[in-house]
């Protein structure tokens, strides 16, 4: 069956440190990933796909099949990075949905 | 463009009753879909809408059913309500009949059973 995992409920780094948000997927398919982002009193927002290769707001994910893994990684974090990250893994069955994992709350502490 | 909007955006209501939730989807989506976000929790997919069917459920009882109007807007209604129904329940358009490349996601009604 398919499932994300997102290990950790909880994160907290200082400004200016690395972040690695975790994200882990079980899919017999061939996946596709992303990572949504809920800043405070804001709805959920795609953040990015893996699919694009790209860069936002300096974040980046890259998919590793043979660990099955999604990490959302910055070089630098910033105090506005602060909010709740959910990964999630698009599948068809009939149509398309997403399975998200349970989410991180990233704290960026000044 | 508003986005997709829903509501009410919060609702309080007894075991047993019933509940009708409102999405109107992003202009240019037809396509809606339902999740339910339970405190602690990722969204978790309820069912769909395309051209009016019900396209795809997730693993939610028969209490929950929808509807999608011919201009797209949908509704999500839940009988004999349970406690364990409290959550935030969230709607998300797209277009094309669907591409989670082009999901939008509303601000959620918050349904709570006392």
């Known amino acids: 069956a398919q499932r994300v995992t997102q290990p950790e409920k909880l994160l907290s780094v200082f400004k200016g440190a690395p972040v690695e948000l975790k994200c882990n997927y079980s899919?017999?398919?061939?996946?596709?990933l992303f990572w949504y982002v809920q800043y405070s009193r804001q709805r959920l927002q795609l953040l990015l796909r893996h699919i694009s290769r790209e860069s936002i707001k300096g974040f980046t994910a890259d998919l590793n099949k043979g660990e099955t893994s999604f990490h959302l990684k910055k070089p630098f974090a910033q105090e506005e990075d602060s909010a709740m990250y959910y990964c999630a893994l698009s599948i068809f069955q009939g149509a398309q949905k997403l399975v998200f994992g349970q989410g991180t709350r990233l704290t960026i502490n000044p | 463009d508003a986005g997709v909007t829903q509501s009410p955006t919060h609702l309080i209501k007894t075991r047993g009753q019933q509940v009708t939730l409102r999405c109107s989807p992003k202009?240019?989506?037809?396509?809606v879909s339902w999740y339910q976000q339970a405190l602690g929790q990722g969204p978790q997919f309820i069912f769909q809408?395309?051209?009016?069917?019900?396209?795809q459920r997730g693993n939610f009882p028969d209490r929950f059913s929808g509807h999608q109007f011919p201009n797209y807007s949908s509704e999500l209604n839940v009988n004999a309500l349970l406690l364990g129904d409290s959550a935030l329940y969230l709607c998300?358009?797209?277009?094309?009949?669907?591409?989670?490349?082009?999901?939008?996601f509303g601000s959620g009604t918050q349904l709570s059973v006392l």
């Open positions: 809408y395309y051209e009016e069917e019900e396209r």
């Open positions: 202009s240019g989506h037809d396509t």
């Open positions: 899919y017999s398919g061939s996946p596709e």
């Open positions: 998300a358009s797209s277009p094309y009949g669907g591409t989670n490349e082009k999901l939008f």
